[in-house]
């Protein structure tokens, strides 16, 4: 691969050489860390509205069957849909927090091969691209960089969705 082939995907990927070297060596460049503190900021902030927004279920529910009763539940056989709706609330978040271990510990996993495109499928004008027995959403601009070569895509699996580091040719 030459160096002008290097150029384009670090452009088109958005890396630098040092992601690259460092992905190579099972670490993350500086950059690299600053984006997966973002993201990691950012899931911990989601996690947390949707937390505040069952647990603020709950206390709603726990208001009407106070105002509607006089008091607050004290028999387990009064709050018996609750218990058996709670996990509704709850096991989504849990699902989610472990599916995002590998982006908690930055745990970089790597996947060589070609590109096998699935035509028709297109998600908020990202294609999902089967890379390696590994699926990827990428640009189109991307996906047509990958087209007639091998490549070794370096990415921290995610819970939405595997986040490409960096990308090398040969």
Excluded: H
Aim: proline letters at 3%; hydrophobic letters at 35%.
């Amino acid at each position: 691969m030459t160096r002008d082939d290097t150029r384009q995907l670090q452009e088109i990927f958005g890396f630098t050489t040092d992601g690259l070297y460092a992905n190579k060596s099972g670490t993350l460049s500086q950059d690299q860390k600053n984006k997966i503190k973002a993201i990691n900021k950012l899931t911990i902030q989601r996690l947390s509205t949707t937390f505040f927004i069952a647990i603020l279920i709950i206390a709603i529910g726990g208001f009407v069957f106070y105002k509607k009763n006089g008091v607050f539940p004290s028999d387990i056989t009064q709050i018996w849909p609750f218990l058996l709706y709670s996990p509704i609330f709850f096991v989504p978040i849990i699902i989610y927090f472990l599916r995002n271990k590998d982006l908690r510990e930055s745990k970089i996993s790597s996947v060589s091969g070609t590109l096998t495109p699935e035509t028709g499928k297109k998600y908020n004008a990202y294609n999902q691209i089967n890379f390696g027995g590994t699926r990827f959403y990428m640009t189109g601009v991307q996906a047509e960089t990958l087209k007639n070569g091998y490549y070794t895509i370096y990415y921290i699996k995610s819970a939405s969705g595997n986040i490409i580091l960096s990308v090398d040719g040969g």
